[in-house]
């Protein structure tokens, strides 16, 4: 009974001390501890924004890292590849060089080659059946001056010598009439004349009075009076 006597004794002093200690404090004091307490909240909340600000920078930057370290490996990426084209342009230069040095060789043959197939054909010409003189020895005649020019190709000259060659091929398997000039008996009439591929060549006058055929085996121009319906038909 003593003992729970005590104890309440106890208690009701240390409540009796919580009731009298805020009266004894003065109010400054207490304002003041507020005062403190608010500071010190104010500050944390101010340090708070300060590790917030510091975070969002870290994390801004730790982005373009990442993003830098994305364009390195981009243009790694890309400097390989340049490296791979550049190392292709150097062997397609090889190639080009190889190629032009090449051409200059078969030009240097080609040409002598190109020189003897103009003289065969002009020597050709002059023994042919004597069809369109004028326009197949011009046409040797502008083959050699192509020959001479610096400002055609060695190609362009090739193609030329091998055209002429064609059309010369050509005239064995064609049938044609055209007009010509021929001296005849001392002199220069207008004549028609009927082609038939190198087999035949006759003329015929305006009139159809006079009649040839030309002789290969002669080399000369025949009388062909005798055939003159047949050429006029063939005309």
């Not at 590849?81 to 032009?100: A, C, F, G, H, T």
């Amino acid at each position: 009974m003593g003992i729970i006597q005590s104890v309440t004794q106890k208690i009701m002093y240390i409540g009796l001390l919580l009731f009298v200690i805020p009266m004894i404090l003065p109010a400054q004091t207490l304002s003041q501890i507020l005062g403190t307490q608010t500071e010190r909240t104010l500050i944390a909340q101010e340090s708070q924004v300060r590790v917030d600000k510091v975070v969002t920078q870290t994390r801004s930057m730790e982005d373009q890292y990442r993003a830098t370290l994305k364009e390195i490996d981009g243009l790694l990426i890309y400097n390989k590849l340049l490296e791979l084209q550049i190392e292709n342009q150097e062997r397609v230069k090889v190639d080009l060089e190889q190629s032009i040095a090449n051409v200059a060789i078969v030009n240097r043959q080609i040409v002598p080659v190109m020189t003897r197939m103009i003289d065969s054909l002009e020597q050709f010409i002059s023994l042919d059946v004597p069809f369109l003189n004028q326009e197949r020895t011009n046409r040797v005649k502008g083959l050699k001056e192509l020959m001479s020019r610096q400002d055609v190709t060695v190609a362009e000259k090739f193609r030329k010598v091998t055209e002429a060659y064609q059309i010369e091929n050509d005239y064995g398997r064609t049938i044609e009439t055209y007009k010509d000039t021929l001296e005849v008996d001392g002199a220069f009439l207008e004549l028609d004349f009927l082609r038939i591929g190198r087999i035949a060549l006759m003329y015929q006058s305006v009139d159809g009075k006079i009649s040839g055929v030309w002789n290969q085996g002669t080399q000369s121009w025949d009388d062909a009076s005798g055939q003159r319906n047949q050429i006029k038909l063939g005309l």
